[in-house]
């Protein structure tokens, strides 16, 4: 496991499983409810592949392309920085909270090798085993099984298709570290 700093300035918490689990759905909602409830959601999301954020004939693509390190692209709705590692490391989880502004809650997809609360979605039919048996950081696993008898009883056992209980935790989760 790769640590984050204990220093967090705001509570993050990751959003893990296997591809095809439901991660985004879910992530979906809870933004969407925690949003409404007047709270600021940061997300990061991390692939393993190349990202094309920009059309390849745009300006922005060709000047990152000619050799800018870093290419903002900003219009009155949104903005997006671009820059090109060109070789460097990946930045780590911590570097990369670092580059998020302030917000309430910060949820992780993905960087499930760190140290750091993450909440598991597992579904069986996924075709994949359950991440919790192997990682201590799992503090709950939203699935649509029943809990196993072997599950640790420090992990909560969520219903998936009953997502406000999802919420519902989620909420109380961040209430304590907050």
Not at 95 to 104: G, K
């Amino acid at each position: 496991m790769q640590a984050v700093p204990p220093a967090l300035t705001q509570p993050v918490l990751g959003i893990v499983g296997t591809s095809g689990s439901g991660k985004t759905t879910l992530l979906e909602y809870l933004v969407a409810q925690l949003a409404g409830q007047g709270l600021r959601v940061n997300i990061i999301k991390h692939s393993h592949h190349d990202l094309e954020l920009e059309p390849p004939r745009k300006d922005s693509a060709r000047l990152r392309m000619a050799g800018a390190h870093e290419v903002m692209v900003a219009s009155p709705y949104r903005f997006a920085i671009i820059q090109e590692l060109r070789g460097a490391p990946e930045p780590t989880l911590a570097e990369q909270l670092a580059r998020m502004a302030p917000a309430d809650l910060t949820l992780v997809e993905g960087f499930k090798s760190y140290a750091y609360d993450k909440l598991e979605v597992y579904r069986p039919e996924a075709g994949r085993p359950p991440l919790y048996p192997h990682d201590p950081y799992i503090v709950a696993v939203a699935s649509d099984q029943p809990r196993p008898a072997d599950a640790p009883p420090a992990i909560a056992w969520l219903d998936l298709s009953a997502r406000d209980t999802v919420l519902a935790w989620l909420v109380d989760w961040w209430k304590k570290i907050a």
